[in-house]
T-cell receptor
Framework: EAQVTQNPRYLITVTGKKLTVTCSQNMNHEYMSWYRQDPGLGLRQIYY???????DKGDVPEGYKVSRKEKRNFPLILESPSPNQTSLYFCASSLINRYNSPLHFGNGTRLTVT | SQQGEEDPQALSIQEGENATMNCSYKTSINNLQWYRQNSGRGLVHLILIRSNEREKHSGRLRVTLDTSKKSSSLLITASRAADTASYFCATDDNNNDMRFGAGTRLTVKP
């Protein structure tokens, strides 16, 4: 089944403890992206990647890192999480020709930083 | 920054009625997409309309695009309780990133 898989689904952590949220897609998509969703603010893009070894900042990249060593994986790294990073996170992917291609989303990771 | 802005923020209707949601955006786009999100879950793609298209249909969904007004509308006809969800528009501009609005929360009462 074609899908975007995020893990974990829920994560509670403490300020400053490094964490990684994994994202994997099995559709051979070139484009992958991370969003955070907060009440009243919709989805805001954190980072995106057009292909392997190519990553770019989105609208809210501060406090986050990403890597794209393989086409299928696009992990999101929080080196030193803070409470303002408590949010619902989504990974998404699509074919590079987004003129015709929609985004496929994972089921989300709800992160709480205390 | 957000590109699309949905209107209204919330909409409550009775089953069987039509629901119309609007989206406005600011810059030129390649395409505009509508997505649906059930509470706390991932977004699901509904329909994509290209900048050179004016109207598109998919089942009970009808999307229009007016590039001169930088706006789009999503019409759901004969709504069902299962249509209760949040609906987002997303624009694909020339910067190769997707921008989402804050969404319209639709409630369909049985």
């Amino acid at each position: 089944e074609a899908q975007v898989t995020q893990n974990p689904r829920y994560l509670i952590t403490v300020t400053g403890k490094k964490l990684t949220v994994t994202c994997s897609q099995n559709m051979n998509h070139e484009y992958m992206s991370w969003y955070r969703q907060d009440p009243g603010l919709g989805l805001r893009q954190i980072y995106y990647s057009m292909n392997v070894e190519v990553t770019d900042k989105g609208d809210v990249p501060e406090g986050y890192k990403v890597s794209r060593k393989e086409k299928r994986n696009f992990p999101l790294i929080l080196e030193s999480p803070s409470p303002n990073q408590t949010s619902l996170y989504f990974c998404a992917s699509s074919l590079i020709n987004r003129y015709n291609s929609p985004l496929h989303f994972g089921n989300g990771t709800r992160l709480t930083v205390t | 920054s957000q590109q699309g802005e949905e209107d209204p923020q919330a909409l409550s209707i009775q089953e069987g009625e039509n629901a119309t949601m609007n989206c406005s955006y600011k810059t030129s786009i390649n395409n505009l997409q509508w997505y649906r999100q059930n509470s706390g879950r991932g977004l699901v793609h509904l329909i994509l309309i290209r900048s050179n298209e004016r109207e598109k249909h998919s089942g009970r969904l009808r999307v229009t695009l007016d590039t001169s007004k930088k706006s789009s509308s999503l019409l759901i006809t004969a709504s069902r309780a299962a249509d209760t969800a949040s609906y987002f528009c997303a624009t694909d501009d020339n910067n190769n990133d997707m921008r989402f609005g804050a969404g319209t929360r639709l409630t369909v009462k049985p």
